[in-house]
């Protein structure tokens, strides 16, 4: 799998633990484009389909195909996208090997990676429909290591869309920024219930929600249409970190 790395946000810098997103290339292997070390990040201010793209080659099958740019979303709004190695994702394309810390590396980041739990290839759900994002999104929390995630029979009383042993998640598929009171419906549900929660928006947050769930310590999760579910704030980043591990 892809390595998790500390990334600096070039706009307020807050620091933000982050995995590129692993696909199956269509012969199965696991491949993610390879984040360029010693790069800055970049502040993305306009977003075109082409530039939201790289190049990766399968070195099992040679096959080239276009992998999501590895990018997230801060909390304080700002779009953060990775250099990626070039003629790496047009060599090998695999996730990047660990590597040993050379001295001539500057800068924190470096010296602080974020330790990630070692867990299998996250396959994601492409997300065409309303119900695909719910599909998206439980398949992320199994992937995390919650058994049991399945739809929540309550989900019309209570505001909860997923349900599993130990978590309760809210999906938003909508195409607006999800609000502030879904963001106090999740903690009140996963406080009530003394479970885990996370929150999952196609459309991102507005600012409000982004404040109250950094108060409350509720995840937050963007998702694209490819359906790889990235953190937003720290609470998001604690959870991938803490979440056990599971088998598949």
């Not at 070039?10 to 199956?24: E, L």
């Not at 779009?79 to 001295?103: I, K, S």
């Not at 029979?153 to 997923?162: C, E, K, V, Y």
């Not at 998640?169 to 549900?189: F, G, I, K, Q, S």
């Amino acid at each position: 799998m892809a390595e998790s790395v500390l990334v600096r946000c070039p706009a307020c810098g807050r620091d933000h633990s982050y995995t590129a997103p692993t696909f199956p290339c269509a012969c199965g292997t696991p491949l993610a484009p390879p984040v360029r070390y010693g790069a800055l990040p970049v502040q993305v201010r306009h977003r075109s389909w082409e530039d939201s793209w790289v190049r990766v080659r399968c070195p099992d099958c040679d096959r080239r195909d276009h992998w999501p740019q590895p990018e997230f979303d801060c909390s304080c709004g700002a779009l953060v996208r990775l250099p990626v190695d070039t003629e790496a994702a047009e060599g090998a394309g695999r996730p990047a090997e660990p590597r040993d810390a050379d001295p001539q590396d500057a800068g924190p980041s470096a010296a602080r990676q974020a330790a990630a739990v070692v867990r299998p290839p996250f396959r994601p759900v492409t997300i065409r429909t309303a119900r695909d994002a719910l599909t998206a999104a439980a398949q992320f929390l199994k992937w995390l290591g919650f058994a049991g995630v399945r739809l929540a029979d309550d989900r019309t009383a209570s505001g909860i869309d997923l349900r599993g042993d130990g978590v309760v998640a809210l999906v938003d598929p909508t195409t607006e920024p999800t609000e502030l009171r879904d963001v106090e419906c999740l903690w009140l549900n996963s406080t009530h219930e003394d479970a885990a929660g996370a929150l999952f928006s196609l459309a991102g947050y507005a600012q409000e929600a982004r404040l109250r769930a950094d108060k409350l310590g509720v995840p937050l999760f963007v998702m694209d249409l490819t359906g790889t579910p990235q953190p937003v704030n720290d609470a998001a980043d604690t959870l991938i970190r803490t979440a056990a591990a599971t088998d598949g």
